[in-house]
């Protein structure tokens, strides 16, 4: 009888740094090695981060990480774990070509002992792999203590034949695949469905090990797992954190014993989480310690400015309440009550005086005159986030990015957008759900996410609200004008945004929306607006991508098109 044990992890990696990611390796194989783990598996490209995109292709880059598996190799043997089998992914080369390849390394006895490079390579939504990488063309089985164990390296298992098909054959114990698979609402069950074909294909139990954070607008979500050949789900780490769980491996067994299993996250607090360790990553992996925003009283701001206080502490987010002629008693008062419930600073710049002098040299009437308001905004908190080294957000949400519903250089100035891709329905039930959370005692930087693995409650809140409940039931306005409403200028939310989920994510054309039931009037109000705003969205700051097709890198359109069917 021969039993294995895996240790399992999942770890924040960031994308370029060689002797960090090692480092985090190291320590995370010495845990494992105090657990008697006698293989510690890490996610794709652990080394190098991922997704690199062309920094693979530097030659000087590639032979730093080479060097650093190396040293790596022999710091564990060093320390005496040279007799442990530790998986890392990183960039090689092949041979024949120079281009890079995504590999699988395992480090044994102070030397790289085995490699493999993956063979399916990914073109599209969110990857270029195929643009960058050449692809492996064999396939590994590595013998740990009698036990075979076939790898490969996400994409590998999502498509048919290839690897896996030659791994069936090869009558393997296990399956080990080491995976940089992003974050979308409602893949994990995806990615468990699949696991279990690809663990009845071979005939063993399968392990996918996930990385966990945010690297730019993507974010990793880890919940790793681990299922038997027959399906049965053995093992599962949490979502959003970094995690090193454990699984047992016994070949004579007919079916393997499960370990510890992670509870499944409520949707609302499963896509919440998700935003904020992408602005939380983001801001560590760029060395920002706070950030800034305009306070105006809506729920937006109100929803990022609360993701912001999760991800980096109240005390660290500098709101700016900038009220003009049209605010809003309410939308001050809700704007203040929200800055003290976070703890947060509160500063107030009335931006009518700037108006007026702008005014009294332009002379400026109608939607250029209610632009040049938010550009006002937009001056100020770019000189908030100048002066004390912030980042600064923007608050515009995925309905009205769609529709062009945002001032270029005003409200749309910023360096990060935590709630890009959330459409306005979607903000309202966040909101919503932060508030049922804080009331159940989930504090200030109380979420379960990297960083706080410990799942600290955070710093309580005042009567148990975060956002103000007037910021969330009031109607939305922008309050460029006397009695202005989103609706003036918009369809109803609760319909545009069900015409923009078909158009946008479900590349539904004119006559598919009206197949769907929509009306053409509105069907042909909200084509005009998303295809008139495109030039907008390329110039929009980057945020984390949370639905099946972001404003982003997966979604590519031409600035201009006359195609409207």
């Keep these: ?75 564990l043997a060093a320390e005496g774990m040279g007799g442990l089998y530790v998986a890392v992914g990183t960039v090689g080369t092949d041979p024949e070509t120079s281009k890079p390849r995504n590999r699988m390394v395992v480090l044994h006895e102070g030397v790289v002992w085995a490699g493999y490079d993956k063979h399916f390579l990914p073109n599209y ?36 034949g290839g690897p896996v098909a030659e791994l069936a054959e090869r009558g393997i114990d296990l399956l080990l695949t080491m995976n940089g698979s992003p974050y979308e609402e409602g893949k994990t069950h ?13 005939g063993a139990p399968l392990i996918y090990l996930n990385q966990v954070g945010g690297q730019d607008d993507l974010i990793f979500d880890g919940g790793s797992f681990v299922v038997d050949s027959d399906g049965t789900l053995l093992e599962r780490s949490p979502m959003f954190m970094e995690d090193l769980s454990y699984f047992t491996l016994d070949t004579d067994a007919a079916r393997q014993t499960p370990t510890s299993i992670a509870a499944d996250l409520d949707p609302d607090e499963e896509v919440y989480t998700a935003c904020v360790l992408g602005l939380k990553d983001y801001m560590r992996k760029n060395g920002f310690k706070g950030v800034t925003l305009g306070l105006s009283g809506g729920i937006d701001s109100a929803l990022v400015a609360a993701m912001a206080a999760d991800a980096c502490g109240g005390g660290n987010v500098w709101g700016i309440s900038m009220p003009s002629m049209y605010s809003s008693d309410g939308s001050k008062d809700d704007a203040a009550d929200l800055a003290a419930n976070l703890g947060a600073h509160y500063d107030i710049q009335p931006i009518e005086p700037l108006f007026a002098a702008f005014q009294s040299q332009l002379a400026l009437e109608g939607v250029a005159a209610e632009n040049l308001q938010a550009r006002i905004r937009g001056v100020i908190v770019m000189a908030y986030s100048n002066a004390k080294g912030l980042l600064a957000l923007a608050t515009g949400n995925k309905s009205e990015l769609a529709c062009g519903y945002s001032t270029i250089y005003g409200d749309a100035v910023g360096g990060y957008a935590p709630i890009k891709d959330l459409l306005k329905t979607r903000v309202w ?65 609760g319909l545009l945004d069900r015409v923009l989920s078909a158009y946008i994510e479900h590349a539904h054309g004119r006559a598919d929306l009206l197949s769907d039931g929509f009306d053409e009037a509105t069907v042909d109000t909200v084509m005009r607006l998303v295809d008139r705003a495109e030039w907008k969205r390329r110039q929009y700051p980057l945020g984390p991508k949370v639905t099946a097709l972001a404003f982003g890198r997966d979604r590519r359109l031409p600035v201009t098109t006359a195609f409207r069917e």
Excluded at 2 to 26: M, P, S, W
Excluded at 132 to 160: H, L
Excluded at 197 to 202: G, I, K, Q, S, T
């Design 1 to 75: 009888m021969t039993q294995i044990r895996f240790a399992l992890a999942q770890i924040d990696t960031c994308v370029g740094d060689l002797a960090g990611n090692a480092a985090k390796v190291l320590d995370y194989t010495r845990r494992a090695a105090g657990e008697h783990a006698r293989v510690v598996v890490f996610p794709e490209m652990t080394l190098t981060g991922y997704p690199i995109e062309d920094l693979a292709l530097r030659r000087t880059f590639r032979q730093a990480a080479w060097n650093q598996a190396n040293e790596l190799a022999a710091a």
């Design 125 to 160: 939504g969110v990857f270029d792999e195929f643009r960058i990488f050449s692809a492996g063309d064999r396939s590994v089985v590595i013998d740990v203590d009698g036990a075979r164990i076939g790898v490969a390296i996400c994409e590998d298992i999502w498509q048919d």
């Design 429 to 493: 039930e966040l909101a919503r759900w932060r508030n049922k959370a804080a009331a159940a005692g989930m504090g200030i930087g109380g979420l379960a996410v990297v960083g706080n693995e410990r799942r600290d409650a955070g710093v309580p809140l005042p009567d148990g609200v975060m956002i103000p409940v007037n910021s969330i039931v009031k109607a939305p306005s922008a309050e460029l004008r006397p009695g202005q409403k989103d609706s003036d200028s918009l369809p109803e939310y």
């Design 190 to 202: 995806t990615r468990m469905e699949l696991a279990v074909r690809r663990a009845r294909e071979v």
